[in-house]
């Protein structure tokens, strides 16, 4: 450090005692006046604290002992006793340094006389944090492991091992301390973190899921390589924090331009407000995007007939009315670019608020990302095996679920299918070692309302109950059905997966994702479906199958009724009683041994 010189050091003022404080303090004149001169003299030494603060951070970085190493021996345990004390400790050295407007180091070196001691109360904060983050199943750090503090001696260029125990290559200063001629010793590059895909990222992410639900000793180590990948994935994309909506996320964005689906109005107040009415002369490339823009949306021409006649304040429910003003009657209600824009906003927010209290979604919102509150039996990489609420209507059940909140089943793409096809081979040999047979059935018949995450249910029957299976949903099927309707009662997919070009796939060809349905497997590749044409007049939630299912198995109907929820770690015995029949047949083991 060199000494300043003159021109530096002639507008440094020194500083005054500070005076007693007066008697009354509680005065807003006084407290104003107070302000003020600390503004005034925060302005006037803030070049002789800035002289001060390097010497205070070489003598700071004097105290670090190179040859200490950064783990020692202390004599507690995160979250024992005087753990709330160490963090009420902790946090008032926060509150001191942001009220006196100082370094946090130099506080806790007042405080704590030795700033290891506050390192070690950091990494205590952050593994509390973590352990009310993952629940009763985390396995995390018992006592501190000296990762801030060797973070520190790295920042301050002291020489030592690192965390993992590697030596630090040469210094700037060493290296010029080599003559002229001689070669410079070989040193690694410095790790860098890689950014990673999409893919390759929910792959790392299902390895730490996977190795905290199986307690692994290196569960730690993943969500550390996981956190620093997400980190950097979140740091290369643009602007961080804002969400741009796209035409993948609203139908009603895409397609382009709207130039020759609407016309601009064109008075002042209409203009102001951006409002716009139907082209009446479309070409037909204009026709083919509005309809595909439309596609799909709830409620359909119904919908926009009920908006035509909120539109209308004269409306009278009459024929002769509605004949005498059929021209403006059918004209569509537009939106203007506004109006679309912010249902695209509202339909995110309503869907971000669905995600967060999904009971199925794994929580990549909060940071490190958690869990569901569903148990997680067996984790693969697009998908994951969970239990049924209690009570169930068959002992043993279990639940398919995809990663990604889908509203049904096709919503799916082919790997995810795969992988659901993989956990209904796993379970129907796990059943069948049971001497027990299996049937699979997903309810979307509420998907479109509720938007609910799609599962798909496995329940074990007796041989001989589920040889009669079809004959019961058939009957269920025919008799919940409206008495006129535009589909077909039953879609036979078992018979469809016999014909050439259906197989595994006749379920995904013989319905579409966009109309609510229900559909039971009796084999792997086919079974049994229905269209449900009135949402209002089908059972709610999954009581249609639980009806069937428990009529079969001779349930009680307050057991058939009763619909429950997740809790929190609530079901650990049920989870590994089930688990430890599952090992055997769980083929995401083989996922484990694969690299991200």
Known sequence: MHEPSASDI????????????????????????????????????????????????????????????????????????????????????????????????????????????????????????????????????????????????????????????????????????????????????????????????????????????????????????????????????????????????????????????VRQLSGRRAQERGTVEENEDMSIEDMVRAEKRSRGVAGGEGRQLAERIAKDGKFVDDLDYMDDNATRLSKRIMKSDGQLRDVAIGDFQKMSKILDTCPLCFKDSTDPPGPPVAPVVSLATRTYLTLPTEPEISRGGAMIAPLQHRLNLLECDDDEWEEIRNFMKSLTRLYAAQNKSVIFYENAAHFPSRRGHATLNAIPLPSDLADGAPAYFKEAILSSDEQWSQHKPVIDTQALSARPGYGKWAFRKALVKEMPYFHVFFTLDGGMGHVVEDSRRWPKGDLFAREIIGGMLDRSMETIKRQGRWDKGGDAKRVEGFRRKWEAYDWTKALMDQGP
């Open 10 to 261: 002639e507008q440094i003022h020194s500083r005054r005692p500070r005076s007693p404080p007066g008697k009354f303090t509680s005065s807003k004149e006084d407290r104003d006046a107070k302000l003020r001169q600390a503004e005034v003299s925060e302005q006037l030494s803030a070049p002789q604290r800035d002289f001060e603060s390097d010497e205070a951070s070489d003598a700071e970085h004097a105290k670090l002992d190179a040859s200490e190493p950064a783990q020692r021996e202390v004599n507690y345990t995160f979250g024992d006793k005087g753990s709330q004390w160490r963090m009420t400790k902790l946090k008032g050295v926060y509150r001191v340094a942001e009220e006196t407007r100082r370094k946090v180091d130099d506080v806790a070196l007042e405080k704590y006389g030795d700033i290891r001691d506050f390192d070690d109360a950091r990494e205590e904060e952050r593994e509390i944090e973590r352990r009310k983050t993952y629940g009763k199943d985390y396995v995390g750090l018992e006592k501190p492991s000296g990762e801030f503090y060797q973070e520190r001696k790295m920042e301050a260029g002291l020489p030592g091992r690192d965390a993992e125990g590697f030596e630090p290559g040469p210094s700037a200063a060493n290296t010029m301390a080599i003559g002229q001629g001689q070669r410079l010793p070989e040193v690694d590059a410095p790790m860098t973190t890689k950014v990673l895909e999409t893919t390759a990222l929910n792959k790392l992410k299902a390895q730490m899921m996977r190795a905290k639900l199986m307690k692994a000793p290196n569960a730690t180590q993943l969500e550390e390589e996981y956190n620093l990948a997400a980190a950097a994935s979140k740091a290369n994309s643009a602007q961080p924090g804002t969400v741009v909506l796209s035409e993948m996320d609203d139908r009603q964005l895409a397609y382009g331009s709207r130039t020759g689906e």
